[in-house]
């Protein structure tokens, strides 16, 4: 199970941390993604995290920090210099294979989704 946190509304430029914390087999989540979908939009990529490794959407490179803290179980999102392009809801997700997973198909495990929107 997958819990996410740390929405909300916010100003273009600002900061926000998304959290997402994971119960259950840590071998459920040796790859943790999130995902984001904008209204009337597909889910896309946005960013995940192996143990040891980190990719992340070309949108997002560069904003966003990816990381994990295996001893909360918990996967965060950091995301500077907001932009409205960023505004959608967003999802954490688990995998127990170890890659690059771009794919929603490929994480069986999802949290709830938190919205975000940047808005003036």
């Known amino acids: 199970q997958l819990q996410a946190s740390g929405g909300g509304l916010v100003q273009p430029g600002v900061s926000l941390r998304l959290s997402c914390t994971a119960s259950?087999?840590?071998?459920?989540?040796?790859?943790m993604g999130w995902f984001r979908q904008a209204p009337g939009k597909e889910r896309e990529f946005v960013s995940l995290?192996?143990?040891?490794?980190?990719y992340y959407a070309d949108s997002v490179k560069g904003r966003f920090t990816i990381s994990r803290d295996d001893t909360k179980n918990t996967v965060y999102l950091q995301m500077n210099s907001l932009k409205p392009e960023d505004t959608a809801v967003y999802y954490c997700?688990?995998?127990?294979?170890?890659?690059?997973?771009?794919?929603?198909?490929?994480?069986?495990?999802w949290g709830q989704g938190t919205q975000i929107t940047v808005s003036s």
């Open positions: 997700a688990a995998t127990g294979g170890r890659g690059f997973y771009t794919a929603t198909q490929a994480y069986p495990y």
């Open positions: 259950g087999r840590t071998s459920s989540t040796n790859t």
């Open positions: 995290i192996t143990w040891s490794s980190t």
